[in-house]
């Protein structure tokens, strides 16, 4: 009896400190290539919140594959340079398993090469340079994955959307000094003038540009049919401020930010008739967005923009792959990704062509009375 109760005993305490050291095992660390200081920092913000809210709900469900998970956000200020920093921070210091971001194209070009030398794969979840999807997959990089549409399927949208209007025929363009800005202007221009609208040579700003009056002044010369506007973040908000000081009637479109950063000047009704494309809006019904919407307001106390709705995406897409290779080494994890059929939150099946690039749905929006409608989603 007393040889069974050793027995026992050893066993339960055998479980017992097995069971502790799982608990204990390691966290998964995720890296987050985000803006977090800077004329983009509202909008990393947001990235950094919808990561967040993915991996407190992965965790609350158990972890994935018995490990809970943990975010690694390193600031990449929406540069180059620093989006370099951030990648080798992430991978050195933070030893992560896979990295999400880097919100602006351009980080995320200087950090493709770092992750590929590195073998650690990237999910891009924001930007939109068309560089990317050429350079990854059969490009070369195999080890960068993108889930939202590039400039140019978003473009294809718009236009579509333009001629259906019929009203516009020559678009001048406005636009940051970046490859997020030129990679816009370049895919609008091919896909506007394929179909007989005229797109202007286009004017390019630097970051953190304070005046556009000079640019505002041409375009009440000129008078265009519309100004395509492809600014982020602070810079952004100060274009459209000024717009609105200006009085000009040119209706804006392009990749204009209808969130709660420019809630005053869309209900002051100055920018009616503005149009915009975007891979999402919270006023979409399809999926399991309005609980997406709920939770995440009731949490961060502001309506989910793209930047929290894709970073969210992508952390989910990450915790999918590690779940279904059974395991958290980065090789992987990317061959998880390229096998991947994951179900988004707004009903899209995510998986990747050789490119490395999902097809997700996009959005058309438009200012009616101050209020932001969409128009239509449309496949990518």
């Given at each position: 009896m007393t040889t069974q109760i050793s027995i026992r005993f050893a066993a339960a305490l055998t479980a017992l400190v097995l069971g502790s050291q799982l608990a204990a095992a390691d966290p998964i660390v995720i890296g987050l290539s985000s803006p977090q200081t800077g004329g983009a920092a509202y909008l990393g913000q947001h990235q950094r919140w919808g990561a967040e809210l993915a991996i407190n709900e992965i965790n609350?469900?158990?972890?994935?594959?018995?490990?809970?998970?943990?975010l690694a956000v390193q600031d990449n200020q929406c540069n180059p340079t620093q989006g370099a920093t951030s990648a080798e921070q992430l991978i050195s210091v933070g030893k992560v398993s896979a990295i999400v971001g880097a919100l602006c194209s351009s980080a995320t070009l200087s950090i493709m090469p770092i992750i590929e030398k590195a073998k650690i794969p990237l999910v891009v979840e924001t930007s939109t340079s068309p560089k990317i999807t050429e350079q990854a997959g059969v490009g070369g990089n195999t080890w960068t994955f993108r889930i939202n549409p590039?400039?140019?399927?978003?473009?294809?949208?718009?236009?579509?959307?333009?001629?259906?209007?019929?009203k516009i025929k020559k678009v001048a363009f406005a636009g940051e000094d970046t490859d997020y800005g030129r990679g816009g202007h370049s895919a609008l221009k091919t896909v506007l003038e394929k179909n007989g609208i005229e797109v202007g040579d286009g004017d390019f700003f630097g970051r953190d540009t304070q005046d556009f009056s000079a640019f505002l002044a041409r375009m009440a010369s000129e008078k265009p049919d519309a100004i395509a506007l492809y600014l982020n973040g602070a810079d952004e908000l100060n274009f459209l401020r000024q717009y609105r000081a200006s009085g000009l009637s040119v209706p804006l479109t392009g990749r204009v930010e209808f969130s709660e950063l420019q809630e005053g000047i869309v209900e002051s009704g100055a920018i009616n008739g503005a149009t915009s494309v975007y891979p999402y809006s919270e006023q979409i019904a399809a999926g399991d967005n309005a609980a997406f919407v709920e939770t995440f307001k009731k949490k961060f106390g502001e309506l989910p923009n793209t930047?929290?709705?894709?970073?969210?995406t992508a952390i989910k897409l990450v915790a999918d792959a590690i779940v279904r290779a059974k395991s958290s080494e980065p090789a992987k994890i990317r061959d998880a990704l390229e096998s991947a059929e994951y179900k988004a939150t707004l009903g899209d099946v995510l998986k990747f062509d050789d490119h490395h690039q999902a097809h997700p749905s996009a959005v058309i929006l438009q200012i009616e009375n101050g209020k932001v409608v969409v128009k239509g989603l449309f496949n990518t």
């Amino acid at each position: 009896m007393t040889t069974q109760i050793s027995i026992r005993f050893a066993a339960a305490l055998t479980a017992l400190v097995l069971g502790s050291q799982l608990a204990a095992a390691d966290p998964i660390v995720i890296g987050l290539s985000s803006p977090q200081t800077g004329g983009a920092a509202y909008l990393g913000q947001h990235q950094r919140w919808g990561a967040e809210l993915a991996i407190n709900e992965i965790n609350a469900a158990g972890g994935a594959i018995g490990q809970q998970l943990e975010l690694a956000v390193q600031d990449n200020q929406c540069n180059p340079t620093q989006g370099a920093t951030s990648a080798e921070q992430l991978i050195s210091v933070g030893k992560v398993s896979a990295i999400v971001g880097a919100l602006c194209s351009s980080a995320t070009l200087s950090i493709m090469p770092i992750i590929e030398k590195a073998k650690i794969p990237l999910v891009v979840e924001t930007s939109t340079s068309p560089k990317i999807t050429e350079q990854a997959g059969v490009g070369g990089n195999t080890w960068t994955f993108r889930i939202n549409p590039s400039d140019l399927e978003l473009a294809v949208g718009l236009a579509r959307f333009l001629i259906a209007d019929g009203k516009i025929k020559k678009v001048a363009f406005a636009g940051e000094d970046t490859d997020y800005g030129r990679g816009g202007h370049s895919a609008l221009k091919t896909v506007l003038e394929k179909n007989g609208i005229e797109v202007g040579d286009g004017d390019f700003f630097g970051r953190d540009t304070q005046d556009f009056s000079a640019f505002l002044a041409r375009m009440a010369s000129e008078k265009p049919d519309a100004i395509a506007l492809y600014l982020n973040g602070a810079d952004e908000l100060n274009f459209l401020r000024q717009y609105r000081a200006s009085g000009l009637s040119v209706p804006l479109t392009g990749r204009v930010e209808f969130s709660e950063l420019q809630e005053g000047i869309v209900e002051s009704g100055a920018i009616n008739g503005a149009t915009s494309v975007y891979p999402y809006s919270e006023q979409i019904a399809a999926g399991d967005n309005a609980a997406f919407v709920e939770t995440f307001k009731k949490k961060f106390g502001e309506l989910p923009n793209t930047q929290s709705y894709e970073a969210y995406t992508a952390i989910k897409l990450v915790a999918d792959a590690i779940v279904r290779a059974k395991s958290s080494e980065p090789a992987k994890i990317r061959d998880a990704l390229e096998s991947a059929e994951y179900k988004a939150t707004l009903g899209d099946v995510l998986k990747f062509d050789d490119h490395h690039q999902a097809h997700p749905s996009a959005v058309i929006l438009q200012i009616e009375n101050g209020k932001v409608v969409v128009k239509g989603l449309f496949n990518t």
